[in-house]
């Protein structure tokens, strides 16, 4: 069955950097365009990247714009988010998700299959 895992989180100090990983399994992930959601305490989840199928495009929420950079290693199916200037804000439950088609999308409707999370907090 489709599997998302991801792992990388931790706390880190404001202006750190940190690397997510995001291991698929049970799917062709190298078809399927790919995101980064987080869920800051209290709030709902948002947006925050996605990726192309090759790895070439990107797009970024403008709170992280900058700051945070998607890839992928189709060979070895794993995506990362690396995560640099790191904020207090960006603390949150970070997921990665599978999109439902081809195309990019910053509506959570448009993913179908999540990871459990990975938790990151930046504090000093």
């Known amino acids: 069955q489709v599997q998302l895992v991801e792992s990388g989180g931790g706390l880190v100090q404001p202006g750190g950097p940190l690397r997510l990983s995001c291991a698929a399994s049970g799917f062709t992930f190298s078809i399927y365009y790919m995101s980064w959601v987080r869920k800051a305490p209290g709030k709902g989840p948002v947006w925050v990247t996605d990726?192309?199928?090759?790895?070439?495009?990107?797009k970024y929420a403008d709170s992280v714009k900058g700051r945070l950079t998607i890839s992928r290693d189709n060979a070895k199916n794993i995506m990362y988010l690396q995560m640099n200037s790191l904020k207090p804000e960006d603390t949150a439950l970070y997921y990665c998700a599978r999109a439902r088609e081809k195309g990019f999308s910053n509506a959570l409707i448009d993913y179908d299959y999540w990871g459990q999370g990975t938790q990151v907090t930046v504090s000093s």
């Open positions: 990726i192309n199928i090759g790895g070439c495009s990107t």
